[in-house]
């Protein structure tokens, strides 16, 4: 028997599930990229909305590309498993925020006409750092990405981002309604202002006088977005299911540990997020930073370095005791230093608390997966407290070892010599730069620095981000990775 709300009455009853009539549920919300990270955090956050009776602020999801999400919960009317793990043990509860699922490809218009509905006031985005047809160095539109140039061509038929917010405004427009406001939820720097930034470029580019309208009514609110949500497994659709009595064809895993905090600038309503754990705030700068340097800064460092030493999961690498003291030199004595620490946070609890969270036995969170996409990481996590460190002729050892690690990463064979399988959108490139150097880290280093999109035009000229980290790499190439770990530690 399927998970749907036909069945959910059957579920057993330490399942927690929608207590609110789901037909009275009204969409408030369009979500761009339904993935496991909206579903375990945004999806959460509305689901306890709904569940205190605010029934205007259900979602409808939208995958941009694949159609595998809607095809699993379509037959349970939108419902899935959140199965929260931790030593303690296994919590599962079913999540019923996300009443409609689109896939954009399938039916283009079925998605415009929903983020054109009267109803909706906001439109959130999970789509992932290359989603946003940027270049990670600068923030600025890819005006020669293959979407962008599509979408300006057939600016009706968008598949970008940029171009299918932009004809979804445009239709509110045209239909004398308000913008819906823009709410991004990656891990980009300045999510909000990245956004921004790309959507009135793109509009501008389209016709100006959409992107005055665009550029003056539109708010894009930045946030800053936590928790770690592991890829889903079979074994994890097996446990789910079996605790539910149910088939459930996908849910999603992740830790107890859950923040959001939303630059409070929704001019056309929004719902009362702060009742249900969100910190809405004038300013989230101070908290993206903490956020990005500390946690997904010491997540890549770990995902290259516990990848090449042979450490499946954060949690094997952590239980590594020179990895471990490795994220504590990084965080605290180069990233903590760059950061404004928030008003009322305590930012070495903060650290603690993270590292007790890399080592949560009960998340199979792969360095693998924390490892994809580097060339559009790399930049906020670690070449930003980089920067700001050789300005002021700080070390930036530990930050250049995370670097090194990950050229080694995508030269795309591992210690043992067997290949990597490298997800990154600049694979190609990389690994052409990689096969040019061999194993001459001087020239595998400067052939790596030397792709704008990642370093800029400014880091190839810093002699001591260079020099160091061609020493890693050379330490890295020769030694492995473990080695190298445990020698950059003491
Ligand atoms: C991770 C993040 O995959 C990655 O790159 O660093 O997804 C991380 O788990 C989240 O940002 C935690 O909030």
Redesign the pocket.
């Known amino acids: 028997m399927r998970l749907s709300a036909a069945t959910l009455a059957a579920l057993p009853p330490d399942i927690a599930r929608p207590a609110y009539d789901l037909d009275a549920v009204k969409v408030g919300m369009v979500h761009l990229g339904v993935g496991a ?1 909206h579903r375990v955090h945004q999806a959460v956050y509305a689901d306890d909305l709904l569940a205190a009776g605010h029934l205007d602020w259900g979602i409808c999801g939208a995958s941009l590309r694949a159609p595998d999400t809607a095809d699993a919960l379509d037959p349970q009317d939108g419902l899935y498993g959140l199965c929260v793990r931790s030593g303690e043990g296994d919590a599962v509860r079913v999540i019923g925020s996300l009443r409609r699922l689109l896939v954009a490809p399938r039916d283009p218009s079925a998605l415009l006409a929903a983020m054109a509905d009267p109803g909706v006031r906001i439109v959130s985005l999970t789509v992932t750092e290359k989603g946003y047809c940027h270049d990670p160095a600068s923030g600025a539109l890819d005006e020669a990405h293959p979407d962008i140039v599509a979408d300006l061509a057939t600016p009706a038929r968008p598949r970008s981002v940029p171009g299918l917010l932009v004809e979804a405004l445009r239709l509110r427009r045209a239909a004398g309604l308000p913008p819906f406001t823009v709410l991004c939820c990656d ?1 980009l720097p300045a999510n909000g202002e990245t956004v921004a930034r790309v959507t009135r470029r793109f509009a501008e580019l389209r016709d100006p006088d959409l992107g005055a309208w665009i550029a003056g009514d539109v708010a894009f609110p930045s946030t800053m ?5 592991p890829a889903t497994t079979d074994a994890d659709r097996a446990l789910v299911s079996g605790r539910m009595g149910l088939t459930d064809a996908w849910p999603v895993m992740a830790e107890p540990f859950s923040q959001w905090v939303i630059e409070d600038n929704f001019p056309h309503g929004r719902p009362p997020f702060e009742t249900v754990g969100a910190q809405m705030v004038a300013d989230v700068a101070p908290f993206e930073h903490m ?1 990005l340097r500390l ?2 800064g010491a ?2 460092t770990l ?1 290259y370095l516990g990848y090449l030493a042979g450490h499946e999961t954060i949690a094997d690498a952590m239980a590594d005791a020179p990895f471990a003291r490795l994220v504590e030199r990084l965080q605290d004595e180069e990233m903590t230093p760059t950061l404004h620490v928030p008003p009322g946070t305590d930012v070495d609890a903060y650290k603690r608390a993270l590292r007790e969270r890399f080592r949560n036995p009960a998340l199979r ?1 792969r360095t693998w ?2 490892a ?1 996409d580097g060339s559009q ?1 790399l930049p906020q996590r670690l070449l930003a407290a980089a920067r700001e460190r050789l300005a002021a002729g700080a070390p930036v050892t530990f930050i250049a070892l995370g670097v090194a690690a990950w050229m080694r990463y995508v030269t795309g064979i591992d210690e043992t010599g067997a290949p990597i399988d490298v997800r990154d959108p600049l694979a190609a490139r990389l690994r052409a730069i990689a096969d040019a150097a061999g194993r001459d880290p001087g020239m595998l280093a400067r052939g790596l620095i030397g792709v704008r999109e990642v370093f800029g035009d400014d880091l190839a000229n810093q002699p001591v981000f260079v020099s160091t980290v061609t020493g890693h790499l050379a330490q890295l190439l020769r030694d492995g990775a473990g080695r190298t770990v445990a020698h950059a530690v003491g």
């Open positions: 990270f891990n977005v936590d928790r770690i949500a956020k946690l997904n997540h890549s995902a969170h997966q924390i994809m990481k």
